[in-house]
Structure formats: C-alpha cells, structure tokens
C-alpha cells in the first residue's frame, strides 16, 4: 500500500511562484519503481485535469496550458515528488493531488486517472489577480 500525502499549497498573486510537494509512504524499493508518478488538479465546476507527470524512465510530460512555468521532478531516495509552479495566473487555482501507479505511462496514458492506482488528498492553490 502506498499513502501520499500533499503539501505547499497556499495563496499567491498572479505572477507568484509555489512549490509542491508529494511524500509516499512506502519502500524506497517500491517508489523507485513507480511506473509513473503525477500531479492532477480540479477546481470548482471543472473536470479533473492531468498537469504534469514523470515515469520510472524519468521521461515527463506536462500539460500545454502549464507549460514553460510548471516543472515535475522526483526524488527516489527521499520517496517524494515535486512540482514548481511559477508565473501563476488565477486559472491556476485549483486542488492539486498527487498520484502513482505501477504500471509505465507514456504516450496516451499520461494523464489517465485508471493509470494511477494511488492518491493523495490534495492541497490548494489559490491564485488572486
């Protein structure tokens, strides 16, 4: 079983940066090998959107509406995955979770929430123009 718990949410102005944070509780052996690791968000009213995600091969993706101003990276050894947001704009407000799952994303299966096998609770972010 894997538990993953969120954190460095808060509010920012436009323009703001904020960096978060996902820690696993699990073996390093078995975050190590993570087929892919992700960061999704949902705001109010809207569907459940992929961000960013890494796979075991360190390949990553990361979503057209964030990219240049979002980065995904993870840390084996410390079991945590990251994500540094900078240059927030309001439309950036959301809940952002943090997920794994075994098997290997890549191409299509990206941001496919049946690919993750583990969530997190999610920390908000708030962004004010």
């Known amino acids: 079983q894997v538990h993953l718990v969120e954190s460095g949410g808060g509010s920012v102005q436009a323009g703001g940066s904020l960096r978060l944070a996902c820690a696993a509780s699990t073996y390093t052996y078995s975050w190590s090998y993570m087929g892919c690791m992700g960061w999704f968000r949902q705001a109010p009213g809207k569907k459940r959107e992929g961000v960013a995600a890494?796979?075991?091969?360190?390949?990553?993706n990361v979503a057209d509406s964030v990219k240049g101003r979002f980065t995904i990276s993870k840390d084996n050894a410390k079991k945590s995955l990251y994500l540094q947001m900078n240059s927030l704009k309001p439309e950036d407000t959301a809940m952002y979770y943090c997920?794994?799952?075994?098997?290997?994303?890549?191409?299509?299966?990206?941001?496919?929430?049946?690919?993750?096998?583990?969530w997190g609770q999610g920390t908000q972010v708030t962004v004010s123009s």
């Open positions: 997920a794994a799952g075994r098997g290997l994303c890549s191409g299509g299966n990206w941001y496919d929430g049946t690919w993750y096998n583990y």
């Open positions: 890494i796979n075991s091969e360190g390949n990553t």
